[in-house]
């Protein structure tokens, strides 16, 4: 039986030192995205206190948004990162402004050739986030097997921002709406094993 499990029977008193600070942490953390749709939250709290950085979630909508359950990932958004961001948007709207021109074709070359170092480099510091998801997934499905459209992927958006999906999520629009309600729950489900899935490796780890 898990520590969690035996916390939740109660076989493990709450004083107890590693467990008690671990039940805050998890509490703190918790209250800090109390924003997050209900039911994809706990998969959120986890990820977060196993290192990997969020930035949005959804739990699925059929009126708004899309029809299954979705995390993005992407490095925090720190003072340093923020201005490197930034600074790639700058040089993409001088390099294409210089284009436009067909004045100076030379000068939009070196801009945009200096743009896709620093896009490159917010691509790489986002894209770690994703690695270490992908760690996490393939631990998941060590021994889990599941239908394909069911699966939980990662498929990248942006300057490298990952979003944790269904891999039927992502072509979701093709079917009809009954459909897509009914395959809605079934990805919510596998994201929510996910996030049980972390929460256990939280508490053990």
């Known amino acids: 039986m898990s520590l969690w499990h035996r916390l939740e029977r109660g076989s493990i008193p709450l004083g107890s030192t590693i467990m008690d600070t671990k039940q805050k942490e998890w509490e703190e953390v918790w209250k800090r995205y109390d924003e997050s749709d ?4 706990e998969t ?5 206190l196993l290192g990997i950085n969020t930035t949005a979630s959804c739990e699925g909508h059929m009126t708004h948004g ?3 359950a979705w995390i993005d990932v992407a490095i925090e958004n720190t003072e340093s990162f923020a201005n490197l961001n930034k600074q790639a948007d700058e040089l993409s709207e001088q390099a294409e402004h210089a284009l436009m021109g067909l004045d ?3 000068h939009a070359h070196v801009l945009m050739a200096e743009y896709e170092v620093v896009k490159d480099l917010v691509l790489k510091k986002n894209l770690q986030e994703t690695v270490d998801l992908a760690k996490l997934l393939e631990e998941f499905y060590e021994n889990r097997t599941v239908n394909f459209r069911v ?11 990952g979003r944790l999906i269904s891999q039927g999520g992502i072509y979701q629009k093709a079917f009809d709406e009954e459909t897509q309600e009914e395959y809605m729950q079934e990805y919510l489900e596998e994201m929510k094993s996910f996030g049980a899935f972390l929460k256990n490796k939280w508490f053990e780890n």
């Open 38 to 41: 209900p039911e994809v939250r």
């Open 44 to 48: 959120v709290v986890a990820l977060n």
């Open 66 to 68: 899309e029809s299954a």
């Open 104 to 106: 100076n074709d030379h």
């Open 151 to 161: 699966r939980l992927v990662i498929s990248i958006y942006g300057r490298g921002t």
